[in-house]
């Protein structure tokens, strides 16, 4: 194929894909979802293409941007970036050209101005040092060790129920995720490295297959020795050198790597693609309510792998018997109080092991102090505050004696990807794990200073539901609701993540499924997760169950999409009878009373990027006393103009009419959006309340319920200690008021909602 017939073909992809935007799919259904998928793999079979890829993609930038055609905009970026990661060499003035464009997104609102801020500071590195980009995610997948880098870990962890996915679709991800791994290996990730690095800054002029073949030659310790070599090379271009330097000092590493082979004799087939290692991915089936936290956990142990598992378990949580205090995990024994037999005086003391470092910093909490006993940083209990904004954490008192450690900012290296693959029952189990993690990290901060927890959804709905856990006379996209909504927030997610719905079941079903899925699905979830950056903010809604035996507690939980209420049937012969009785002279359902808080909807301004509509603080308290079969709350909206952060109501009720024919009994549906409600039973006829549509989350013999919007454990935790030392102060004052007040679930998409 020449190059005119290339750039044609090109085109009409990109053009393809950019129909299917508009809603116009493709006419063979198999391929809807995949063009993106196509369009990339055909780069990496044919690494020529890169270049002109990226011109087609700029040119159809610049023509959106003058037929003011946004919807376009971000996903052609994400496409354009995508592939010049991952192309071997980009001429410097294509760069220019995707640089300056993204410069002028600078000035249109958001998510625009911020993917534009991001990848115009990304491009601005890679024009200096050409591969800095893919190094950089290489680094940080693979968990590769290098000095100019810290200490970078990235995983993808993807959860799914089995309990609402058939086994099929279960075993074939875990294979599929499996067979990804087993493929990977450092030693080859390294090469990877060094390939990309050298081709990206010398071009036509390396030797691709040479260096292919000399690296596959070289034991581990001398790909480990020249990647390092790169590494350096490439993050010290990025100090101030420019790219001349910097293709000097690669060329040098490419002499000594090829021995006497110089740069220019490379052969004529050209450069060579080196696509991105598949990063690290792992299955798990969310069988425990506690799995979440303890593979988090799990992600963080390498960092105290000096100790023993003791020493960790006693970093984790706060130790609850008051004689005990931590040991040093190096002997593996926990150290008890006994009686103090020394002088008193510090010089006295002996001289103290060498502990482990994690150890260390915890005997650093428990050293002798001065005279004055001096209470800890209020900073110290919201320290995941200072974790995203860089300040550091309140700083310790210095030893008596020794000079104070400079105290530096509190790094999150660790990037936690939680893939989540199902319907909104899965998304429901999430709210519950996410509040849960909230509220240990509110009486102890372990995870979020030292992660950077992402959470991503992937819809799945099997063909034949699993009857044990199916919700009941609920289809598709009833299920989907999370997944439509982000769909018709942002059109990239709609084109590569909600066509996986089906997708998926059929390709894990497949005969043949090993030729297709080992490449597709895996790819997807990667891109998925590399590129989908911009979240959007679900509010998390608490519920207070009231039963109708007064020696059982109330129960609270929390629900992400909806809310369901119906009639209990009677287990008693007699409350049945009566029941039976009171339905034929009053109508079906039962009497409730609802208390619920009506104003005018305003904008939530805060740091989310989701538009989010609340009440305003006008707001007036309305009673309903009515008779109904149920109630319905749904906490997503339909419409993408009404906004999250509101619950959207729907009551039906039951009105009787007499007339000369007898009595007759019609239903009148209510819908009103509210924040909070309250209903009751006045006549202490139990109902059942569903949660997240999960027919597992039933509550029985339910009397009342009060629904809300779920409030930050920090918040709430800081706001009874001021209470406790200012009772009087009813707003909120001191650190309070720069607490997040709800508690927000953000849900990464490739564009976060475009307005």
């Not at 009419?657 to 909070?676: E, I, M």
Request: with cysteine.
């Amino acid at each position: 194929m020449d190059s005119s017939e290339l750039e044609s073909d090109i085109l009409r992809r990109v053009r393809a894909l950019l129909r299917e935007l508009d809603g116009h799919h493709p006419s063979c259904q198999s391929d809807r979802g995949m063009l993106r998928w196509t369009l990339h793999k055909r780069m990496d079979q044919n690494p020529r293409t890169s270049c002109v890829l990226v011109s087609i993609l700029v040119k159809e930038l610049e023509r959106a941007e003058r037929g003011d055609l946004r919807h376009y905009i971000i996903p052609l970026l994400h496409t354009l970036m995508y592939t010049l990661i991952q192309a071997p060499c980009i001429p410097d003035e294509l760069c220019a050209r995707v640089y300056d464009f993204c410069k002028r997104l600078l000035t249109l609102p958001k998510p625009f101005c911020t993917i534009g801020l991001d990848y115009a500071s990304r491009l601005q590195v890679e024009r200096t040092a050409p591969g800095t980009l893919y190094q950089r995610m290489v680094i940080s997948e693979q968990s590769l060790r290098s000095a100019p880098l810290p200490c970078q870990d990235s995983r993808i962890f993807i959860f799914a129920d089995p309990e609402l996915l058939p086994e099929a679709i279960c075993k074939a991800l875990a294979t599929d995720t499996e067979a990804a791994q087993v493929s990977q290996s450092p030693r080859g990730c390294m090469s990877c490295v060094v390939t990309h690095a050298l081709q990206a800054a010398l071009g036509d002029t390396c030797d691709s297959h040479g260096l292919r073949a000399r690296l596959q030659a070289l034991p581990p310790g001398d790909v480990e020795h020249w990647f390092q070599q790169v590494v350096a090379a490439v993050e010290g271009s990025e100090g101030g050198s420019d790219r001349g330097q910097h293709t000097a000092r690669l060329e040098r590493i490419y002499h000594g790597l090829l021995g006497s082979s110089p740069a220019g004799n490379a052969p004529q087939e050209g450069l060579q693609g080196t696509p991105l290692p598949s990063p690290n991915i792992s299955f798990h089936r969310w069988t425990e309510d506690e799995q979440l936290w303890k593979e988090l956990v799990l992600f963080l142990r390498p960092l105290s792998q000096s100790c023993e598992p003791e020493c960790l378990g006693q970093e984790l949580e706060p130790v609850e018997m008051p004689d005990m205090l931590p040991g040093c995990g190096c002997c593996g024994q926990s150290r008890f109080s006994v009686l103090s037999t020394d002088s008193g005086i510090e010089r006295d003391l002996p001289a103290p092991e060498e502990p482990c470092a994690p150890c260390a910093a915890e005997r650093s909490r428990l050293h002798r102090k001065g005279g004055i006993k001096k209470k800890p940083s209020p900073l110290d209990s919201v320290a995941f505050l200072q974790a995203g904004s860089g300040k550091p954490p309140g700083k310790p008192p210095g030893r008596a004696g020794m000079p104070a450690e400079p105290a530096g900012p509190l790094q999150r290296l660790h990037t936690a990807r939680v893939v989540l693959l199902g319907d909104d029952r899965i998304l429901g189990r999430l709210a519950q794990a996410f509040h849960s993690l909230r509220k240990r990290e509110a009486r102890r901060v372990f995870l979020t200073p030292r992660l950077d927890l992402q959470f991503y959804h992937i819809p799945v709905v099997p063909g034949q539901p699993q009857p044990s856990a199916a919700a009941e006379h609920a289809g598709p996209e009833e299920l989907c609701e999370v997944a439509g909504y982000l769909g018709r927030a942002d059109p990239w997610y709609e084109s590569n993540i909600n066509t996986l719905c089906h997708m998926i079941p059929r390709l894990a079903t497949m005969p043949s499924r090993a030729l297709v899925t080992d490449l597709f699905l895996t790819d997807v979830i990667a891109y998925y997760a590399r590129m989908g950056t911009q979240p959007v903010c679900f509010q998390v809604h608490s519920v207070k169950v009231l039963f109708q035996d007064p020696a059982q507690d109330p129960a609270e939980d929390v629900f992400l999409t909806e809310l369901l209420t119906q009639v209990q049937d009677s287990p008693s012969h007699r409350e049945l009878s009566t029941t039976k009785r009171k339905s034929t002279l009053d109508g079906p359902g039962m009497d409730l009373t609802v208390t619920y808080r009506r104003g005018t909807a305003r904008a939530l301004p805060g740091r989310c990027p989701c538009p989010q509509v609340v009440l305003s603080e006008r707001q007036k308290e309305l009673a309903l006393s009515l008779r109904s079969t149920g109630l319905l709350m749904k906490a997503i909206p339909a419409e993408e103009a009404e906004g999250l952060g509101c619950l959207t109501v729907t009551i039906t009720e039951i009105i009787r009419t007499s007339n000369l024919a007898g009595r007759s009994f019609s239903a009148v549906a209510h819908r009103f959006r509210t924040r909070s409600i309250k209903v009751r039973s006045p006549e202490q006829r139990p109902f059942t309340v569903r949660l997240d549509k999960d027919s597992r989350r039933t509550y029985r013999d339910v009397i009342g319920l009060e629904v809300s919007p779920c409030l930050e454990p920090s918040y709430c935790l800081q706001k009874t200690r001021t209470t406790k030392s200012s009772p009087q102060e009813t707003e909120d004052v001191g650190l309070v008021k720069f607490l997040p007040k709800s508690l927000l679930l953000p849900i990464n998409t490739f564009a976060g909602v475009i307005p």
